[in-house]
């Protein structure tokens, strides 16, 4: 019995040591956990899958729709897009927070009819953007967008959008994955 629970207790300190590059790549199809957009000192995408270096060519993230400068309480569509030849699978992360202190800098939303493959989740006070399993297929060979909706905040300062990006193979490991990660920036008027 003595054995047993050794084993047991052993089994489970690897598995806590090993931590989450361990899990396969399926293991947040519906998005990675909130905390990896990859600012504000979070890890981004490459927490798990790390193999490759981080924006490593031919791929990239960019976000459409940010505004050069913002006016508090508009409404703005935001769009993430990943491309990367012969890339099977996809996910992201977005967060915007204030540049000063690093709080939530308005609010987000899927745009309209993305509500099936965007989701947003809120830890800490922030909002993350993440996809959904319907938004995890490349819409077009190599090239996956996701929109959402960026209600600006009424206070003023300078706001960071900053996004992560995982171009998957689908193979159901974290090898063999490509990791993009990007920021944008709003001034209030």
């Known amino acids: 019995m003595i ?21 396969s790549a399926g293991a947040y199809a519906e998005g990675a956990p909130a905390g990896f957009s990859g600012g504000f000192g979070e890890q981004s995408c490459d927490g798990c899958h790390f193999e490759s270096p981080l924006n490593a060519k031919p791929g990239s993230v960019t976000i459409s729709g940010v505004p050069d400068r913002f006016t508090a309480g508009e ?35 899927p745009a309209p ?4 493959r965007v989701k947003v989740e809120t830890q800490t006070n922030v909002q993350y953007v993440n996809q959904r399993v319907e938004g995890s297929a490349p819409d077009q ?3 996956v ?3 959402l909706v960026w209600t600006a905040p009424a206070g003023s300062g300078t706001v960071l959008v900053h996004a992560a990006a995982n171009a998957a193979d689908k193979d159901g490991s ?7 990660t990007t920021v944008a920036t709003s001034r209030s008027q």
Do not use: C, H
């Open 3 to 23: 054995i047993r629970a050794l084993a047991v207790t052993w089994a489970i300190a690897v598995l806590l040591a090993i931590g989450p590059a361990s899990r």
């Open 75 to 109: 409404r703005y569509t935001l769009t993430v897009t990943l491309s990367r030849p012969s890339m099977a699978i996809a996910g992201f992360q977005l967060a915007a927070r204030f540049e000063n202190g690093g709080a939530q800098a308005g609010s987000l939303a």
């Open 113 to 116: 009819g993305e509500e099936k």
């Open 141 to 143: 060979s190599g090239i």
């Open 145 to 147: 967008r996701w929109s």
């Open 174 to 180: 974290t090898r063999g994955d490509s990791v993009y």
